[in-house]
DNA sequence: TAAATAGTGTCTGTCAGACACTATCTT
DNA sequence: AAGATAGTGTCTGACAGACACTATTTA
């Protein structure tokens, strides 16, 4: 029989501040690279995760006290060096928690608008090689992607909706082919509602489909 | 300390035989699953494999003699239920060879048109799940995507590499389409040579570009 | 009416697919 | 010339982005 290697769970938790992207990172307790930031991560627990999924979910929710909204797998990283301890694999999972349920924005760090492979905060173990691969992974998603609709309340707005999107692929979108393009989707339709700001005319409020909702509860 | 859980390499092995896309299954000699068709897998071996990706092109080396030209990681699966043996996590990675390299065709079992989630065969442990998600990931990349690149011969026509890509996603493509995208995309060059049949118009000769063969190297 | 944001109608450049056309070879 | 495949020119419908327009509210 071999050696068994390593297997853990990384989880890169996005979210976003004053329309900006964020990321989690924990200034780590112990060796190795103790005091250095990491992402957050941890081991699998066999008797009680059923899945890498699971471990990544409550990982997020022991450390943080979040319960994530949205998370799908990144990629598996793994070698004989990434970490000090002997050879492992990582399997990295992409979250992203809603703004209004974050109340301690320390440990969130901006992710800048020229975010490149040269990393911004230098992390633990291979972990700036992943956060620039979640990076790309979630600004690369197709600009109509559902993902940032996991960011939001309950029901929102479509301006509300189109300034997340803006923060998160850190570019502008006109206005009109942006909500032709989410209504005909069919991953949002409207409440019936309406937010009146008292201030001008008042918007409309929408809510994710079910569709939609229906690909967030496959992932837990 | 937790129970480290195990950890597998899976390969799924697809190449083209007469214009279908066939994946290799291997019928088990040992427990659990004995004599059922399952996916390409092993352990990983941590004194001689650098990473996941390693691994999976040793099993495929070992147990079939053959090297791939190309693979790719397309996700991890895991949880208690998948392997009698105990809580396991597969790394699992879709490669191509070339169908000129295969010699002994026994072993490559064709995927229908009419591919579904309803298990054509029946295979091991999770390996139906498995075998669905790669043949979706295939047949779903970018109509011009490089891969089937890696299923030509180092110098090819751009008829033959069309009857490739045809034969790959199941559906047929506009000849003067085909080749402005080809072309412009920059995946493939004149090598200068011209395939001359006797039989009629002579074509000209096209092999990857480096761009393209960078590609390749970086999955190694 | 002015200010402010919500929401829409329409033009245009781009581009993939359709398809007919030309080119070059053998017999 | 006929037959066969290689390779190209051109039209068109769909559609994303640009942008100006209308709509509805408060003050």
Chains 1, 2 share one sequence.
């Not at 909204?69 to 999972?93: H, I, K, M, N």
Request: net charge neutral.
């Amino acid at each position: 029989m071999f050696v068994k290697p390593i297997l853990t769970v990384d989880v890169v938790c996005f979210t976003l501040i004053q329309g900006t992207l964020h990321t989690l990172l924990m200034k780590r307790e112990k060796e190795p690279f103790n005091g250095q930031l990491a992402l957050l991560g941890g081991y699998i627990h066999t008797e009680e995760d059923s899945s890498t999924m699971d471990a990544a979910k409550r990982v997020a929710r022991d450390k943080l006290g979040l319960e994530v909204t949205y998370a799908e797998q990144l990629e598996t990283f793994s070698g004989p060096l990434r970490d000090p301890r002997g050879w492992s694999a990582s399997v990295v999972y992409i979250a992203v928690v809603r703004p209004s349920m974050v109340k301690e924005t320390a440990d969130f760090y901006p992710i800048g608008t020229t975010w490149t492979k040269n990393a911004e905060y230098n992390l633990a173990f291979d972990h700036n090689e992943i956060l620039f691969q979640a990076v790309s992974r979630i600004r690369n998603k197709s600009t109509y992607s559902s993902l940032p609709l996991f960011l939001m309340d309950s029901t929102f707005t479509l301006t509300e909706l189109q300034n997340v999107y803006e923060g998160m692929m850190q570019s502008p979108i006109d206005k009109a082919t942006f909500r032709r393009k989410i209504i005909e989707q069919g991953i949002v339709e409207p409440s019936g509602e309406i937010l009146d700001t008292k201030l001008h005319r008042p918007a409309k409020l929408y809510r994710a489909t079910d569709k939609t909702i229906q690909l967030f509860k496959s992932t837990i």
